[in-house]
């Protein structure tokens, strides 16, 4: 998992602000020529690859969120500060109107993970969310359920999150913030290319300790060359076998 803020209209990424473009909305024309995306600009509500669907969060799916966070509520603890005990089916609730909204302002966009052959089933989360419309960036945030850990489902979800970012939202920097103690984000981070560029020292408290985050960046022309010469970034129906 990477750092991911979320429930109760997530605070956090309204304390550190989404960067907007100043003024008056950019005509598309416009916004076109200067190559920064269209507030009308979407990415596609489903997005498939070999094992995954990712969808937007649906009011039916508030129930599937609390149980896929109880039931994996004692790792997720270790990295990510609002996943307590105390987490609530309001909370999940909270979590998925939060998202709706941010979702049809063009904010942020959360993703619930499917498996194509168990639609049903939540096994996580991924967003690509603190987006910038002016400097082309946005972050990618995520978290996979305890049970099915260690199948590749992250790097699988993230490289789709790379490709909605670049090929449908015009990015031009995708970042991750992993906790310095995550060994199994790194390695997911590493295999789709990312670069290490430094580290947030006490960034966020987690359980009452401070945790150092790395930063890790993507640019398109680093992506672009990546989807050239390794077909785990260019293909979205090539599944990974390795890490979280």
């Known amino acids: 998992m990477v750092h991911q803020e979320m429930l109760e209209g997530r605070p956090g990424a309204r304390a550190k602000g989404l960067e907007w473009w100043p003024g008056p909305p950019i005509p598309d024309r416009l916004a076109i020529a200067m190559r920064i995306p269209s507030r009308d600009v979407l990415p596609p509500l489903e997005h498939y690859t070999q094992r995954l669907m990712l969808r937007p969060f649906r009011r039916r799916d508030i129930e599937a969120l609390y149980a896929a966070v109880r039931d994996s509520q004692t790792e997720l603890a270790e990295f990510l500060p609002w996943a307590t005990k105390t987490f609530t089916r309001a909370g999940a609730a909270g979590f998925v109107r939060e998202s709706m909204r941010s979702w049809r302002e063009g904010k942020a966009y959360d993703f619930s993970i499917r498996l194509r052959d168990r639609p049903d089933r939540h096994v996580g989360n991924i967003s690509i969310w603190h987006v910038s419309r002016s400097s082309r960036s ?14 590749g489902i992250a790097t699988e979800a993230t490289r789709a999150a790379l490709r909605i970012g670049f090929e449908e939202l015009s990015m031009h920097r995708m970042v991750l913030r992993v906790a310095v103690a995550n060994k199994a984000s790194e390695r997911v981070a590493t295999k789709l290319g990312f670069v290490r560029e430094g580290v947030l020292r006490e960034e966020i408290q987690v359980g009452g300790r401070w945790m150092d985050h790395s930063v890790w960046g993507l640019l398109e022309h680093e992506y672009r060359r990546l989807i050239r010469t390794d077909r785990s970034v260019e293909d979205p129906d090539s599944a990974c076998q390795d890490g979280r």
């Open 138 to 151: 946005g972050e990618i945030g995520y978290w996979i359920r305890t049970e099915d850990t260690g199948r």
